[in-house]
């Protein structure tokens, strides 16, 4: 069952994303061939109001297939094909008369029309998980950075001058690296990916004091046990709710920003070749982990169980929205970036050596899918995800 609820977050998310674009196209007066849920064979399928809705077989994927657009264009994957009988195109069901093409063609609407369109499911995606944020702020509230009960501990910390009560906001490297941090758990994340940081000299510590900004520099403390970098202060437990429709905003902001980061100092790690293979995860491990955290969470009861999926939906949909973007071939943002050139220039690209570098992008994408669905494989029996659940 668990399983099930993970390949259902999944399909919502792209099904969100898809959406996205349909409403951008539909909105503009595009005309769209197929909207579809998954990949491969259909299992169910109809036309309603002259575009095709379709239901496929593996879960994972999805299309929104456009009149005028070629079949690499916004990441999406189109079946449909063209049949010309007299002045009427037919696309499996889906009929246009030639005058129509002019009319409600992608490739014919304005640029600004065209990158909206292209934009809208990243915007969704960002929609989405922004309100997953408030609604796991609305119901656990935000965990925030404060020092607590540290006033005994000897460590180059709190002899800086360090109080309790104080709320770090911010931490600076001796090399000039830094961060704005707004809560406990972003706090937490940073300090784990910046250990070889703290070899470099002193750290400065900013802290919210009695409402006024506060730095501290100390040296960095090293614990005896695990042998890993800490701050050498004490950290209180518990959660603040928000008390206010404006605080419930700005810390929903706290959280989407957070997931926002995670992904950027992911892609920063794989660019300087600090990410193994294991650390890798593509759809196949998404879906093991999330069922695993499910499973886990199923002991705590329903409501338990429906944030940590949210949770693990948000981080995923923040993820999703922001690896369309990427100026890579065959996703949204290599069609976006085709689209800002021509509108910069004020002169449409070459339309064929358009589609070719997308045809290309898509071939390289498909192979880099593969091989990470035989990574996720390799991953999940030799126990990898499993240890990220324990």
């Keep these: 069952m668990s399983i099930v609820l993970a390949l259902l977050a999944l399909s919502f998310l792209v099904f969100f994303h898809e959406l996205g674009h349909f409403l951008a ?55 449909a094909k063209g049949e010309e009988e007299e002045d009427v195109l037919d696309f499996d069901g889906v009929v246009f008369s030639k005058e129509d093409l002019e009319k409600y063609s ?40 404060i020092i607590g009960a540290s006033s005994t501990v000897e460590t180059p910390a709190m002899k800086s001058g360090l109080q309790d009560g104080d709320r770090i906001v911010a931490i600076d490297f001796a090399d000039g690296s830094k961060r704005s941090l707004a809560t406990l758990q972003e706090l937490s994340i940073f300090l784990e990916l910046h250990q070889e940081d703290f070899k470099k000299g002193d750290i400065k510590l900013t802290v919210l ?41 700005e810390y929903s902001y ?38 695993g955290a499910v499973q886990q969470s199923s002991s705590g009861g329903l409501r338990l169980t429906i944030l940590v999926l949210m949770n693990l939906s948000l981080m995923l949909s923040v993820n999703l929205g922001i690896m369309n973007l990427l100026p890579i071939p065959a996703l949204d943002g290599g069609r ?14 070459n339309p ?30 030799t126990g990898v995800y499993s240890k990220l659940l324990n």
């Excluded at 800002?340 to 002169?347: F, I, S, T, W, Y």
Aim: glycine fraction near 10%; include cysteine; charge should be positive.
């Design 25 to 79: 196209a539909k909105f503009f007066k595009v005309g769209v061939l197929e909207f579809s849920i998954g990949m491969g064979p259909r299992i169910l399928s109809g036309v309603f109001h002259n575009t095709r809705y379709s239901l496929k077989l593996l879960p994972l994927g999805g299309s929104c297939a456009m009149l005028g657009e070629d079949a690499a264009g916004s990441g999406d994957f189109s079946t």
């Design 106 to 145: 992608f490739e014919k609407k304005p640029a600004w029309q065209r990158f909206i369109i292209c934009f809208g499911g990243v915007w969704h995606n960002f929609l989405l998980a922004f309100l997953f944020a408030i609604i796991l702020t609305v119901n656990i509230g935000t965990e925030f950075p």
């Design 209 to 249: 004091r009695d409402g006024k900004k506060e730095s501290f520099s100390f040296s960095p403390y090293r614990d005896p046990e695990t042998g890993k970098y800490r701050l050498g202060v004490q950290l209180k437990n518990g959660r603040v709710k928000a008390k206010n429709v404006f605080q419930v905003l």
């Design 254 to 291: 706290y959280e989407f920003r957070f997931n926002a980061r995670i992904v950027f100092d992911s892609l920063s790690m794989i660019l300087r070749g600090k990410v193994s293979r294991q650390d890798v995860m593509g759809p196949v491990g998404t879906v093991a982990v999330i069922g």
């Design 336 to 349: 976006l970036l085709f689209i800002l050139l021509e509108m910069l220039l004020r002169k449409r690209l």
């Design 352 to 381: 064929k050596w358009e589609e070719r570098i997308n045809t290309v992008g898509m071939a390289i994408l498909l192979l880099l899918m593969v091989a990470i669905v035989f990574n996720d494989v390799f991953n999940l029996f």
